[in-house]
């Protein structure tokens, strides 16, 4: 039996430890950066350096990295060892301040859109002290930002920061408004809920497909999939709920606060969700939580699919980001109160929220946008690529009532009497759950869960925290100059909500109903990573982001290229697997089950020509037909792959040919193969089969 509390942050250079290795002037010095986002005294440094590395070698590292996240989509690191030579042919063990705050990794070979040349090499990490360092595997993990050496920033951290710190400023303007001078910081939190696959490490081993890309290319549909809805919150199989129990230890010794284990829909699919966390330290927990989910599938011979969607015909994977605003005086400001009508500073928030998400649905698509999450968006198991709000019944008939001028009266929570006198009665929330949206209100937070799987979350948080601040900074800059300033903010909430309550929408996302209707209001649908990106370079997008500095123009620039050139990248190797796949396993395991099949027609009749072969006739000349289809397919994609380069000077075209041409080949490509997988013997088939991967762990 685990201790749990005793378990918990282990792993981590926490509080505790802190306290315990560090002088207390430092302590108190490196505190107010974590808690107040004060600068870090440089002086302290060493010191700092000094306890991590004592702490560090107590816990049996020898190393340590700078770990940092690209425009890779993952996160990178490069271990430096402790050692240093003492003169005598011996080493000593040091860890300065200097090698603490900094470091020096290669800046061309990461994804950087220009901005660095292949010659160009110097980049630096700079310490994230907000951020908790741990030990994994030997080796002192420490958070840090990632910025070429002319200075912009190529990484998902570091505008991450930027954009908190752009949405307290503004946020502690409105508080002050409302007379909280004790309110000097604002911080954002998440809670990342994250699915996944888990599937037999044989079986992945033997899918190609699978290795390169993270998802099944070719795959017939098993006879059953999820219709029974049988495996959403079923029994967890043994197997299963041993790897969670592993998972579980391993978060907890990493400070993560990991709540939540559950079936998801499909089969094989699960979920684990931690309790919210400052946003930084959430997207850091995030990307640590995907790593430790694969290598602790590894120990049970399983492997961990982060794929949006590795299997077709069933539900993919997201990753839901529930945020929130809290004062440094514990206050959640999306908290309606019992009577949010009568709550304005909450319908202020709320109103600059609605605001947000209206004026800037494009930047909020395009922060999840990824060749996996477009197989995913609008496929009826997550929101579709169009941009709405759910408030819910009650916050709704609030914002009605502000908008027409009369007063609402909420009606609170009404207890509901199951009928069963041993059952206790129920207090009914004031709204529905709408697990269709893509941007949910859920009582103190906003849900949004448009994410993909395998996405970086920074990317959306920096993008909400901006697109919030920036109206709250035009709603400051109203009222600081008004004498009535709660007439005028009442005043302000009305007009925001009547100009931006398209939005708002409390239906069925899912609906053929609902994309009509969000055409006749006038919301983007973005369906495609090319389709949405271009948008960057919109120039209310780009004024957004250089003017509250948290881009420069270079650095969204930078990602516009990196984005696009990546979609085009990923589409490229999935191209060439399944040309791969196709020529050199699949054409000849169906010609030699055709063979076969040929071979006992005559051996039949050559036995008696009364013998019917009729069966045998048509199966070979149906997978005749569809092989010389197949192969036809293959060469049109071929020659296609050939034609993209045509378009590689712009990047933009490039990825849209990749995206409404190399992929529609892969599609035709793919439905003849699984047509044939139906009919060939399994024998001969040469993957294991969606039935044997979906249901064999």
């Known amino acids: 039996m685990i201790n749990v509390p005793e378990l918990f942050g282990s792993n981590v250079f926490n509080d505790d430890v802190m306290k315990e290795k560090l002088p207390k002037p430092v302590y108190k010095s490196l505190k107010k950066t974590i808690n107040d986002g004060d600068p870090l005294d440089e002086s302290m440094a060493n010191a700092v350096a000094h306890a991590m590395k004592e702490w560090a070698i107590e816990m049996g590292c020898t190393h340590y990295t700078h770990w940092f996240q690209p425009l890779t989509g993952i996160t990178a690191e490069k271990h430096d060892s402790f050692i240093t030579p003492d003169g005598d042919g011996k080493v000593i063990m040091t860890f300065s301040g200097k090698e603490l705050i900094k470091g020096e990794p290669d800046a061309s070979s990461f994804p950087n859109g220009g901005i660095r040349a292949t010659f160009e090499a110097r980049g630096y990490t700079a310490w994230d002290p907000t951020s908790p360092v741990f030990a994994k595997d030997g080796t002192l993990y420490i958070p840090t930002a990632f910025a070429s050496y002319t200075g912009e920033v190529l990484d998902k951290k570091t505008p991450l920061l930027r954009s908190m710190q752009f949405l307290s400023k503004e946020a502690v303007r409105i508080l002050k408004l409302f007379g909280k001078d004790d309110v000097n910081r604002v911080i954002t939190t998440v809670g990342a809920e994250q699915e996944y696959f888990l599937i037999d490490k044989n079986m992945y081993d033997a899918r190609p497909d699978l290795i390169f890309t993270g ?231 906003f849900e949004f869960r448009m994410l993909g799987s395998s996405v970086n979350v920074a990317t959306p948080n920096t993008v909400l925290n901006t697109i919030v601040a920036e109206e709250l900074k035009e709603f400051a800059d109203q009222l600081e100059k008004v004498k009535d300033f709660k007439r005028a903010a009442k005043r302000l909430i009305v007009r925001t909500f009547k100009k931006h309550d398209r939005i708002i929408f409390n239906g069925d996302n899912y609906s053929e109903d609902w994309v009509h209707e969000a055409e006749r209001r006038g919301l983007l649908n973005l369906k495609s990573v090319p389709m949405a990106v271009k948008h960057y370079l919109d120039e209310k997008n780009i004024r957004l982001f250089t003017e509250n500095g948290v881009f420069t123009r270079e650095e969204l620039m930078a990602r516009y290229e990196v984005d696009l050139e990546t979609y085009a990248k990923l589409i490229n190797i999935e191209a060439h697997t399944m040309l791969d796949m196709a020529k050199k396993d699949i054409i000849p395991a169906v010609t030699a089950y055709v063979k076969e099949l040929t071979d006992t027609a005559l051996a039949k009749k050559a036995l008696s ?25 293959i060469t049109e994609l071929e020659n296609d792959l050939i034609k993209a380069g045509e378009f590689e000077s712009d990047i933009q075209e490039y990825a849209d040919f990749y995206c409404d041409t190399v992929f529609a080949d892969m599609q035709a490509l793919r439905a003849i193969c699984d047509d044939m997988e139906t009919e060939t013997a399994s024998d001969y088939w040469p993957y294991p089969s969606y039935g044997e991967m979906l249901f064999g762990v």
């Open 215 to 445: 998802r099944t290319l070719f795959g017939a549909k098993a006879p059953k999939g999820q219709e029974l809805d049988d495996h959403y919150f079923g029994a967890i199989k043994t197997r299963v709920a041993e790897f969670m129990a592993e998972l579980d230890r391993e978060l907890w010794s990493y400070g993560i606060l990991s709540k939540t284990k559950h079936n998801e829909v499909a089969p094989s699919q699960h979920e684990v969700a931690p309790i919210y966390a400052t946003t930084n330290v959430a997207v850091d927990n995030n990307e640590l939580l995907m790593e430790l989910l694969k290598k602790t599938a590894e120990k049970f011979d399983l492997v961990c699919l982060l794929h949006e969607k590795p299997f077709a015909g069933v539900n993919g994977s997201g990753k839901h980001n529930n945020w929130s605003m809290f004062t440094n005086t514990g206050e959640n400001l999306l908290k309606p109160g019992k009577n949010p009508s009568e709550n304005t500073q909450f319908l202020l928030f709320l109103a600059a929220i609605v605001k947000a998400v209206d004026e800037y649905q494009d930047l909020l698509r395009i922060s999840v946008a990824s060749a996996g999450n477009d197989h995913r968006l609008g496929a009826n198991e997550a929101p579709p690529s169009i941009m709405s709000v759910f408030l819910g019944d009650d916050l709704t008939a609030v914002v009605d009532s502000i908008e027409i001028g009369e007063e609402h009266e909420s009606e609170g929570k009404v207890t509901m009497d199951l009928g069963v006198e041993v059952l206790p009665s129920l207090k009914k929330d004031t709204t529905d759950r709408n697990r269709t949206s893509p941007f949910a209100f859920t009582g103190n937070r």
């Open 609 to 633: 020509a009364d013998i019917p072969v009729v069966l045998e006739t048509e199966l070979i000349t149906d997978l005749s037909q569809k092989l010389v289809c197949f192969s036809n397919k």
